[in-house]
């Protein structure tokens, strides 16, 4: 039964369907009613001692903007050289915005940093886990990091603290975390743990992370739930208060969920282009509908980056070992990964061959505004480019350096206009802006081939056409 309870001045509205939750809504009137608001007041002039432990994109973007809104954040890495660049208010990962957010918090003298998570913890009230869970071989997130950092915590953990995962976890994660504790003689006392998952894309960390569609806390505990609920307070969002394991679910339950959709539009994809519809304007009339809604159904070389690849498999793994076989995820995989196939079948068909072809390569990060090619789809593209033969040029705004690391051999190109120099054919990969704004008359001068292929669906069929291109993209 959903419980009626009035934490935080804000009582519950509705919870239905989900067992053991509370359901938050921030609405004004209902606060100026509430009996607790004075209560709640109290709790938001205090600010709280906070750890964020791993200064990756989660905990490092949780940390600053916890330090600009007036909490007392220390920042723990391992890295000191990541350290010393935070503490220039430098952000150490291109993110935008993050910087002067950083910048921020070191004046205010509320964000610090430090290597040690003993001296960190000595006196926080709640400690974020948020180190990185790479997937292991066998696609299960690899958990070492967060052991460790458990470990450390329970070495010189001397006063009640508030362990919170950030990260994204396996399904079972938290009573790990219990277990672990428990074994090393922690007393039960010290500590509670909570998942609060995070749902921040990179590319727009800082704004999701100012302006959540909702908060997530999982806790099996009162006392956590209303140190979390203060730390959120200022937050105008729905807060879902539910147990732990619920929370560590509905991260990869979202993550999952966007992950098929992206693979249903790419299917329809599919169908679009050989029945000669248009996939935007399926997305659109299907996005009309407010059940469906329009975000998460852009058509094109389909999802990468560091977290859909994971938490897809993830989620699979975590299904097989309770007994359920969720083929559909293996279904939105095997559409994603095709997705690329065909594309490049697609290009190698109007070419004839790739052997001796000069391709130029526009995009190499696994989205646009960051410099992640974690799963990017470039890669898989540039693979199979490399074994049929062909010479690559690439481009990309900020990624190049990482890609460098891994393809020493293929040429990089300063500018877009560079990259499709007297080349074969152009590829579209990533939907940086720049890309959009590129004059298809200069490019259609440049190149020496005639065929352009928009992997993102980003630019005007009328204007390269119009140039004098053959304009080919994914769904119509
Ligand atoms: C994703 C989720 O969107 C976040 O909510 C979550 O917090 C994050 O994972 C995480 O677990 O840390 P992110 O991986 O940064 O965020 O990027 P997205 O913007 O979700 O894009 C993921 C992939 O899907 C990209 O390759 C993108 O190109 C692709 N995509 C996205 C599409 O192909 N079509 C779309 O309509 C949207």
Same mark, same amino acid.
């Given at each position: 039964m959903n419980k009626k309870i009035s934490l935080d001045g804000v009582p519950v509205l509705n919870g239905a369907g989900v067992i053991d939750s509370k359901v938050f809504e921030s609405t004004r009137d209902i606060r100026k009613n509430s009996e607790e608001i004075t209560k709640n007041r109290t709790r938001k002039t205090r600010a709280l001692n906070v750890v964020v432990i791993g200064t990756g994109y989660v905990g490092l973007v949780t940390g600053a903007i916890l330090a600009d809104q007036g909490q007392t954040v220390t920042c723990v890495d391992t890295d000191a050289e990541k350290l010393a660049l935070i503490n220039r208010g430098e952000s150490p990962i291109y993110e935008p915005g993050l910087a002067e957010v950083i910048q921020n918090g070191l004046k205010n003298n509320r964000l610090l940093t430090s290597t040690s998570i003993a001296d960190?913890?000595?006196?926080?009230?709640? #400690?974020?886990?948020?180190?990185?869970?790479?997937?292991?071989?066998?696609? =299960?997130?690899?958990?070492?990091? #967060?052991?460790?950092?458990?470990?450390?915590?329970?070495?010189?953990?001397?006063?009640?603290? =508030?362990? #919170?995962? *950030?990260? =994204?976890?396996?399904?079972?994660?938290?009573?790990?975390?219990?277990?672990?504790?428990?074994?090393?003689?922690?007393?039960?006392?010290?500590?509670?743990?909570?998942?609060?998952?995070?749902?921040?894309?990179?590319?727009?960390?800082?704004?999701?992370?100012? $302006?959540?569609?909702?908060?997530?806390?999982?806790?099996?505990?009162?006392?956590?739930?209303?140190?979390?609920?203060?730390?959120?307070?200022?937050?105008?969002?729905p807060v879902l208060v539910t147990n732990r394991t619920s929370a560590e679910l509905v991260k990869y339950a979202s993550n999952a969920f966007l992950a098929v959709k992206i693979s249903f539009i790419n299917g329809i994809s599919r169908i679009c282009e050989e029945c000669g519809a248009n996939v935007d304007d399926i997305a659109a009339g299907m996005g009309m509908d407010s059940r469906i809604s329009p975000k998460f159904l852009q058509a094109g070389l389909g999802w990468g980056g560091s977290c859909f690849p994971k938490d897809v498999q993830g989620l699979s793994k975590v299904g097989g070992t309770m007994g359920f076989d969720f083929e559909m995820l293996r279904a939105a995989e095997k559409i994603n990964t095709d997705q690329v196939l065909h594309f490049v079948a697609r290009i190698k068909r109007e070419l004839g061959s790739f052997t001796g072809k000069r391709v130029g390569l526009l995009g190499l990060a696994f989205k646009p505004n960051t410099d992640d090619i974690r799963d990017a789809k470039s890669l898989e593209i540039i693979e199979i480019l490399k074994q049929e033969?062909?010479?690559?040029?690439? $481009?990309?705004?900020?990624?190049?350096? $990482?890609?460098?690391?891994? $393809?020493?051999?293929?040429?990089?190109?300063?500018?877009?206009?560079?990259?499709?120099?007297?080349?074969?054919?152009?590829?579209?990969? =990533?939907?940086?802006?720049?890309? *959009?704004?590129?004059?298809?008359?200069?490019?259609?001068?440049?190149?020496?081939?005639?065929?352009?292929?928009d992997g993102r669906r980003c630019l005007r069929r009328e204007d390269v056409e119009s140039a004098g291109l053959r304009y080919f993209t994914i769904g119509s």
């Amino acid at each position: 039964m959903n419980k009626k309870i009035s934490l935080d001045g804000v009582p519950v509205l509705n919870g239905a369907g989900v067992i053991d939750s509370k359901v938050f809504e921030s609405t004004r009137d209902i606060r100026k009613n509430s009996e607790e608001i004075t209560k709640n007041r109290t709790r938001k002039t205090r600010a709280l001692n906070v750890v964020v432990i791993g200064t990756g994109y989660v905990g490092l973007v949780t940390g600053a903007i916890l330090a600009d809104q007036g909490q007392t954040v220390t920042c723990v890495d391992t890295d000191a050289e990541k350290l010393a660049l935070i503490n220039r208010g430098e952000s150490p990962i291109y993110e935008p915005g993050l910087a002067e957010v950083i910048q921020n918090g070191l004046k205010n003298n509320r964000l610090l940093t430090s290597t040690s998570i003993a001296d960190a913890i000595e006196n926080a009230d709640i #400690v974020f886990i948020a180190v990185g869970t790479p997937p292991s071989p066998d696609g =299960t997130p690899d958990l070492t990091a #967060v052991i460790k950092v458990v470990q450390s915590i329970g070495e010189s953990i001397k006063q009640h603290v =508030t362990i #919170v995962t *950030k990260s =994204t976890v396996p399904v079972g994660t938290g009573n790990l975390i219990e277990e672990i504790l428990d074994k090393m003689g922690v007393d039960p006392n010290l500590y509670d743990v909570v998942s609060c998952p995070e749902f921040l894309r990179e590319g727009s960390a800082v704004h999701d992370t100012l $302006h959540p569609d909702r908060i997530i806390i999982g806790v099996n505990d009162e006392g956590a739930e209303i140190k979390l609920l203060t730390l959120y307070s200022r937050y105008r969002c729905p807060v879902l208060v539910t147990n732990r394991t619920s929370a560590e679910l509905v991260k990869y339950a979202s993550n999952a969920f966007l992950a098929v959709k992206i693979s249903f539009i790419n299917g329809i994809s599919r169908i679009c282009e050989e029945c000669g519809a248009n996939v935007d304007d399926i997305a659109a009339g299907m996005g009309m509908d407010s059940r469906i809604s329009p975000k998460f159904l852009q058509a094109g070389l389909g999802w990468g980056g560091s977290c859909f690849p994971k938490d897809v498999q993830g989620l699979s793994k975590v299904g097989g070992t309770m007994g359920f076989d969720f083929e559909m995820l293996r279904a939105a995989e095997k559409i994603n990964t095709d997705q690329v196939l065909h594309f490049v079948a697609r290009i190698k068909r109007e070419l004839g061959s790739f052997t001796g072809k000069r391709v130029g390569l526009l995009g190499l990060a696994f989205k646009p505004n960051t410099d992640d090619i974690r799963d990017a789809k470039s890669l898989e593209i540039i693979e199979i480019l490399k074994q049929e033969g062909a010479e690559i040029v690439a $481009h990309d705004p900020v990624a190049m350096d $990482h890609v460098k690391a891994l $393809h020493p051999d293929i040429t990089y190109a300063n500018s877009a206009e560079e990259a499709l120099h007297d080349v074969d054919v152009a590829i579209l990969v =990533t939907e940086w802006a720049e890309y *959009k704004q590129l004059n298809m008359d200069r490019i259609a001068n440049l190149m020496r081939g005639k065929l352009l292929f928009d992997g993102r669906r980003c630019l005007r069929r009328e204007d390269v056409e119009s140039a004098g291109l053959r304009y080919f993209t994914i769904g119509s």
